[in-house]
Antibody, heavy 118, light 106 residues
Framework: QMQLQESGPGLVKPSETLSLTCTVSGSSVSISYYWGWIRQPPGKGLEWIGSIYYTGSTYYGPSLKSRVTILLDTSKNQFSLKLSSVTAADTAVYYC???????????WGQGTLVTVSS | EIVMTQSPATLSVSPGERATLSCWASQSVSSSLAWYQQKPGQAPRLLIYDASTRATGIPARFSGSGSGTEFTLTISSLQSEDFAVYYC????????FGQGTKLEIK
């Protein structure tokens, strides 16, 4: 059974870069899946940030596109998120997830809370 | 950009009764529509994909219907564990979520 686990700092200062990693176990990131990041501000709904295909092609949501980078590291079976120039509005639970081509997100990590504060 | 709209924002239903949740897409998403359930402090769980296919392990009381721009999630006889927030999501080109429907006990 595939499992995903987010890791990274829980506190980031304003204007800095938020960096998170998702480690995949029970499968390989090199399978034909889309690996993505979704966030959820406290008490609010879900927002897709972006995804990376196993080939390395990336797809970003329109609202954060200018600040987001998603990378794949096949040697570590991980993918990562970088969100630059963060503000308090970026405070959220960040989830990593995966799903097949033209498929929904079947597998999710448990989520990690990132707070942006000085 | 396709916008997903869910209705109602909050639905109050008694255990054992039927719940019907709606989701609309601003443009056709064909059948590339999923439903997720989220409980407090947990990640979303996939319930339905391809508009009407139950995900692995999902009870038969959950059913989905629709295509194009109008979709429905029906829970036939509500159990206590079904009270949660439900999100629809299109996945035909990227992913977009609806704003969610909170299903609460009446």
């Amino acid at each position: 059974q595939m499992q995903l686990q987010e890791s990274g700092p829980g506190l980031v200062k304003p204007s800095e870069t938020l960096s998170l990693t998702c480690t995949v176990s029970g499968s390989s990131v090199s399978i034909s899946y889309y690996w993505g990041w979704i966030r959820q501000p406290p008490g609010k709904g879900l927002e897709w940030i972006g995804s990376i295909y196993y080939t390395g092609s990336t797809y970003y949501g329109p609202s954060l596109k200018s600040r987001v980078t998603i990378l794949l590291d096949t040697s570590k079976n991980q993918f990562s998120l970088k969100l630059s120039s963060v503000t308090a509005a970026d405070t959220a639970v960040y989830y990593c997830a995966g799903g097949g081509g033209n498929q929904p997100l079947h597998y999710w990590g448990q989520g990690t809370l990132v707070t942006v504060s000085s | 950009e396709i916008v997903m709209t869910q209705s109602p924002a909050t639905l109050s239903v008694s255990p054992g009764e039927r719940a019907t949740l709606s989701c609309w897409a601003s443009q056709s998403v064909s059948s590339s529509l999923a439903w997720y359930q989220q409980k407090p402090g947990q990640a979303p769980r996939l319930l339905i994909y391809d508009a009407s296919t139950r995900a692995t392990g999902i009870p038969a009381r959950f059913s989905g219907s629709g295509s194009g721009t109008e979709f429905t999630l029906t829970i036939s006889s509500l159990q206590s564990e079904d009270f949660a927030v439900y999100y629809c999501q299109r996945y035909d080109n990227g992913y977009t979520f609806g704003q969610g429907t909170k299903l609460e006990i009446k």
